[in-house]
């Protein structure tokens, strides 16, 4: 696949391997909470580290899991390693996953809203 878009007989686009990387690293609470610390700034790992009660080394695989993820850049300053936050697979996946389904409770209730209007319309 390739990691492009295909189609179902539905119609509905299937889950690909970029998709799948960004759940997998969204999947845990630690990289989750690494994400909202490099929401507020750049970071070098030990900065990070110090944040975390669990080692240096589990702090790594954390940030290894982000990357693959394409979640975090990491800018490599002499011996010190900075990690940024890289947003755009996070507004992709917004795009992608949660937006559409924002709409729909919106056009039911819409829907619910005409129709009974349509009814009480009728009634008079």
Known sequence: MGGKKTQTQCGEHQTGP???AVWSALNDGSRRRILDLLRHKSMTTNELCEQFEFSRFAVMKHLKILHAGGLIMIERQGRERINHLNPIPLQT????????????????LLRLKLLAETIEENQE
Do not use: T
Not at 93 to 108: L, S, V
């Open 18 to 20: 970029v998709d799948d």
């Open 93 to 108: 996946m917004y795009r992608r996953w949660i937006k559409p389904f924002e709409q729909i409770p919106a056009d039911r």
